[in-house]
């Protein structure tokens, strides 16, 4: 048993973080509720756990209140609303666009907005529920040619931190999940600004790229973040933030105490400035 319920709407639901962990929940006995643009079928898992999957797209807040809807329709409330889906835009600063940055913020942050708009009424309502949010590593640490992912999981931080202070009278918990490096999708789907495209930093940003992609096909499996996850649910008081992975719960404390110029010289040597510098590694 859990502090909150066991009605589960996750987003993201079909692949990576978020199809291991609708997996488990549901696994687990949770009535899972999962949504992205391709979401279809139901399956059913022992102890009466059933992942339904369900279609929205979560840049469209009409297709996001259709799927909230649907699922208040069925189950009358949600307990449990897990914002997972996400994407990353690439490119250097000088080569990103407002437009590029929109398509970032669109799923990353607005996508949470869209969500908490529709179901945090009914959380508040019945002074019960909690947010988990999917953070990133990336939004503690700035990381090169990643600007605008590293800004929306920044500004996912914030929004969760200020979520926790406005919610907590209401009996609404919020939390962060803060993985590294996972194995997913999302590297394959990763988007070059439009005219990040054709760079004019040439090796500098290949090398960039080429390590981040490296590190997350090389990176955990999904499996450990969503028992993460589980293990946050289980708790009254959850943590404001949760790292996934010893490397990363390092690397977030050296930021802690280490001056800032020196974790800007650590993150300059991770992503070296031409390919000769990836090889020699
Ligand atoms: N992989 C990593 O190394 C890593 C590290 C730290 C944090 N994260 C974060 O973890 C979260 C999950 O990413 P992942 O690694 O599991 O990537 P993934 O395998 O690519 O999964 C992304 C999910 O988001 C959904 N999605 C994307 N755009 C959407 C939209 N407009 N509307 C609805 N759903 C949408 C996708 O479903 P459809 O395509 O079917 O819509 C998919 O289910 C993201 O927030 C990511 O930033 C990942």
């Given at each position: 048993?859990?502090?909150?319920?066991?009605?589960?709407?996750?987003?993201?639901?079909?692949?990576?973080?978020?199809?291991?962990?609708?997996?488990?929940?549901?696994?687990?006995?949770?009535?899972?509720?999962?949504?992205?643009?391709?979401?279809?079928?139901?399956?059913?898992?022992?102890?009466?756990?059933?992942?339904?999957?369900l279609?929205a797209?979560?840049?469209d807040?009409?297709?996001?209140?259709?799927?909230?809807?649907?699922?208040?329709?069925?189950e009358?409330?949600?307990?449990?609303?897990?914002?997972?889906?996400?994407?990353?835009?690439?490119?250097?600063?000088?080569?990103?666009?407002?437009?590029?940055?929109?398509?970032?913020?669109?799923?990353n942050?607005?996508?949470?907005?869209?969500?908490l708009?529709?179901?945090?009424?009914?959380?508040?309502?019945?002074?019960?529920?909690?947010?988990?949010n999917?953070?990133?590593?990336?939004?503690?640490?700035?990381?090169?040619?990643?600007?605008?992912?590293?800004?929306?999981?920044?500004?996912?931080?914030?929004?969760?931190?200020?979520?926790r202070?406005?919610?907590?009278?209401?009996?609404?918990?919020?939390?962060?999940?803060?993985?590294?490096?996972?194995?997913?999708?999302?590297?394959?789907?990763?988007?070059?600004?439009?005219?990040?495209?054709?760079?004019?930093?040439?090796?500098?940003?290949?090398?960039?790229?080429?390590?981040?992609?490296?590190?997350?096909?090389?990176?955990?499996?999904?499996?450990?973040?969503?028992?993460?996850?589980?293990?946050?649910?289980?708790?009254?008081?959850?943590p404001?933030?949760?790292?996934?992975?010893?490397?990363?719960?390092l690397?977030?404390?050296?930021?802690?105490?280490?001056?800032?110029?020196?974790?800007?010289?650590?993150?300059?040597?991770?992503?070296?400035?031409?390919?000769?510098?990836?090889?020699?590694?």
């Open positions: 048993m859990n502090p909150y319920g066991n009605i589960v709407l996750l987003t993201g639901a079909s692949s990576g973080i978020g199809n291991a962990t609708a997996k488990l929940l549901a696994k687990e006995g949770f009535s899972v509720y999962g949504l992205s643009r391709r979401g279809q079928g139901r399956t059913e898992f022992t102890d009466g756990g059933f992942l339904q999957m279609a797209d979560l840049t807040e009409g297709s996001v209140n259709a799927a909230v809807s649907h699922v208040l329709d069925i009358k409330r949600i307990d449990i609303l897990i914002n997972c889906a996400g994407n990353g835009v690439c490119g250097p600063v000088e080569e990103c666009s407002p437009k590029d940055a929109l398509l970032q913020l669109d799923v942050y607005l996508g949470i907005i869209r969500m708009n529709a179901v945090l009424p009914g959380m508040r309502e019945r002074q019960k529920g909690l947010i988990i999917i953070g990133s590593v990336g939004g503690i640490f700035a990381i090169p040619f990643q600007s605008l992912y590293s800004s929306s999981k920044f500004a996912v931080e914030a929004l969760t931190e200020c979520l202070i406005e919610l907590l009278p209401y009996g609404v918990r919020a939390a962060l999940i803060e993985p590294g490096d996972i194995k997913t999708g999302f590297t394959g789907s990763r988007v070059y600004a439009k005219r990040a495209q054709n760079s004019s930093y040439g090796d500098k940003f290949a090398a960039a790229i080429a390590q981040m992609e490296h590190d997350e096909t090389h990176g955990m499996d999904p499996i450990e973040v969503a028992k993460v996850i589980y293990s946050v649910i289980k708790r009254k008081n959850p404001v933030r949760v790292v996934v992975g010893f490397t990363y719960k690397l977030v404390f050296l930021k802690r105490v280490l001056p800032s110029r020196l974790i800007e010289k650590i993150l300059t040597l991770m992503y070296p400035n031409s390919k000769a510098g990836i090889e020699k590694k």
